[in-house]
């Protein structure tokens, strides 16, 4: 089964109303890949969640930037997995660097958000990825393992996981991974699924790149073989996201 190419914009903690709603505009009226090409989506920051699942072409998704670990209840600040189903959003972002950094988020507690979050009926974009300082070390396939076992360790349905490569050196910094590098982690971590979790959950899972994809690097990322797509940040609140959509032909033509 061929995987569909994916792209993620994740808008991280930016925009007005105003910028929201201008950005769906744009997107609204693109013209790109269907959806049978590429599945595109989008993650506003919670707050504009509803506006933008109100407002967005339906062939276009949503996601959350986090959930809950568990059931709601006395947890100030948080959101839980049953809210975002409740409010019809079907995907949400688990595990990205900057919460892993900035809110200490350990390896098992992510693997404990993605298995909530998969059993409450949401789609999981799971994020691993290593620091400039552990891939200089020589450790990025050691890391990303230990971060995707975690998941696996308490995941047996991946038919829900989209995985997100995104070299913590490469977020927001211009310095994107080349699509040699890229091609190696991906691949490394198509071969770590086929011997610790199933041949068919690596074939079939998607594994996308992030960090500092812009308009003019998709192509060629996009066109390594183990490359199923990406997580875009900055470049998904500008107008050459349509571009990075539509680095989707690279493999309808490969
Ligand atoms: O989730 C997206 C990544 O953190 C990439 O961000 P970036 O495209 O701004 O480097």
């Avoid at 409740?86 to 900057?98: A, M, R």
Wanted: glycine residues 8%; proline residues 3%; contains cysteine.
């Amino acid at each position: 089964m061929a995987r569909k190419f994916f792209v993620g914009g994740n808008w991280k903690c930016n925009g007005t109303a105003e910028e929201v709603k201008k950005i769906v505009n744009t997107l609204n009226e693109a013209q790109v890949p269907s959806q049978d090409v590429v599945e595109v989506v989008v993650s506003p920051p919670y707050v504009f969640l509803p506006l933008v699942k109100s407002t967005l072409r339906s062939d276009f998704h949503v996601a959350a930037q986090n959930c809950w670990v568990k059931k709601g209840g006395a947890f100030t600040g948080e959101v839980s997995a049953e809210m975002l189903v409740n409010l019809n959003i079907p995907w949400v972002i688990l595990g990205h660097s900057e919460r892993r950094a900035l809110l200490n988020e350990s390896n098992e507690f992510v693997g404990d958000k993605v298995a909530y979050a998969l059993a409450q009926g949401l789609k999981v974009i799971a994020c691993v990825g290593e620091t400039l300082e552990q891939r200089e070390a020589g450790s990025t396939m050691d890391v990303v393992a230990a971060q995707t076992k975690a998941i696996a360790d308490r995941v047996s349905n991946w038919s829900n996981v989209v995985i997100a490569y995104e070299p913590v050196w490469a977020i927001g910094t211009g310095k994107v991974a080349s699509p040699a590098q890229a091609q190696e982690v991906h691949d490394e971590l198509r071969k770590w699924l086929a011997k610790n979790v199933s041949d068919d959950v690596a074939a079939t899972t998607r594994i996308i790149y992030g960090g500092s994809v812009n308009g003019g690097n998709c192509k060629e990322l996009g066109g390594q073989a183990d490359v199923d797509g990406f997580l875009v940040g900055g470049a998904s609140l500008k107008p050459e996201f349509i571009d990075i959509i539509k680095a989707a032909e690279v493999k309808k033509s490969a």
